[in-house]
């Protein structure tokens, strides 16, 4: 005789899931078919309950209401992923944007993809998207037409760069903004300096260098100024704006003996004007940017100090989450922030 409790387990349906979100049947239907008309926030949540009450997602294809379909294999896939960008062409040959998009590419190369370089204008209709895509990167894309976002929904996405959003609907791989403040000002303090300029309009990084350096009793003058001269479609040191920054700085009594400024290519227009002024470079006065641009930094002499945000790893990063999103297309969105590091005579280094 068999005296066990032959229980059979209570499956977690779909009007269970309805129930315990709030919402309608036809909106977890639209959730399990990432339907690019719901919510972010109403997805998220409707995802969350899923994992809450541990309701099994089950294939489309032995779904109710829908038909039997055999998945496609991966030999027929398009091999081809877009990187979409807004920022206009001729910046793109900035040594940051071009160490990301060289970073993508060779990833890509490896798995034997291409790279498709689309830039979309402003407000960008839907069929600016390109086509016979896998997947798309999207770097710095702001303002393009519903229609298009709900285009961009359907397929595998991930930002790169910029600053997180709330209930973003795609995954996002960049940096700890806050993170490169703190480095400079902590290095900054650990080297002496009393007196320290912070040159630049990155809100995140500026407002905790801000925030560290007079924690420390540091006292800092911010110049809320890029330092860029773009007007020739180039990115160039402003050198006229920061010469006359710096005739102003000549003339206090007591002058800052140290600039942080929030990018390399501002540093470099600084080590190229302060012997104008009978200054030496990290001697008179010392040196940190951020975003370690060897083409413009390895030929200064003394190479100044800057902090490292990996685009490089940024970029493989993003490639990595795009391949899992083809996989899983259902996972909630990720946000990965990776550490920003100092590096100091070309050698990295902890604080």
């Known amino acids: 005789m068999n005296w066990g409790c032959n229980m059979k387990e209570t ?6 899931v309805a129930t315990a979100a709030g919402v309608s049947i036809a909106t977890i239907s639209r959730v399990l078919n990432n339907h690019p008309e719901v919510k972010f926030a109403t997805a998220k949540q409707v995802r969350q309950v899923m ?33 979409i960008t807004q920022v206009a062409p001729p910046l793109l040959e900035a040594p940051i944007y071009s160490r990301i998009i060289r970073s993508v590419e060779q990833e890509l190369t490896l798995q034997y993809y291409s790279l498709l370089l689309r830039n979309l204008p402003m407000n960008a209709p839907k ?13 710095y894309v702001g303002h393009i037409q519903p229609a298009a976002m709900r285009l961009l929904r359907q397929i595998p996405c991930v930002k790169i760069l910029g600053t997180p ?3 973003d609907c795609f995954d996002h791989v960049t940096y700890d903004d ?24 990155h809100a995140g990084r500026v407002d905790a260098f ?4 007079r924690n420390a009793g540091i006292e800092c003058l911010h110049i809320a100024e890029d330092g860029v001269d773009e007007t020739h479609e180039r990115q160039y040191p402003d050198l ?8 102003n700085i000549c003339k206090e009594r007591v002058r800052p003996t140290a600039f942080f400024a929030t990018a390399d290519i501002v540093i470099a227009g600084f ?16 040196l940190i940017g951020v975003n370690n641009d060897a083409v413009l930094l390895d030929n200064l002499e003394p190479r100044p100090a800057t902090i490292d945000i990996h685009v490089e790893e940024i970029g493989r990063t993003a490639l990595q989450l795009l391949f899992q999103r083809q996989k899983e297309p259902h996972r909630l969105p990720e946000l990965i922030r990776l550490e920003p590091e100092l590096v100091e005579n070309n050698q990295r280094r902890a604080l």
């Open 210 to 213: 801000l925030k560290t350096v």
């Open 51 to 83: 994992q809450n009450i541990n309701y099994q997602i089950v294939p489309n294809h032995i779904r109710r209401g829908h038909r039997r379909f055999s998945r496609r294999p991966d030999s027929y896939r398009k091999m081809q992923i877009a990187l």
């Open 178 to 201: 806050e993170k490169i403040g703190v480095i400079a000002a902590q290095y900054l303090a650990r080297r002496g300096h009393r007196k320290v300029v912070c040159y630049g309009k």
């Open 127 to 139: 069929e600016s998207i390109p086509g016979k895509i896998d997947g798309a990167i999207l770097f």
């Open 240 to 247: 006229p704006r920061l010469h006359c920054f710096l005739e």
């Open 271 to 286: 080590q190229r004007l302060l012997p104008k002024f009978n200054l030496v470079p990290q001697k008179d006065v010392e």
């Open 165 to 167: 959003q709330p209930y």
């Open 11 to 16: 499956k977690v349906t779909i009007r269970d």
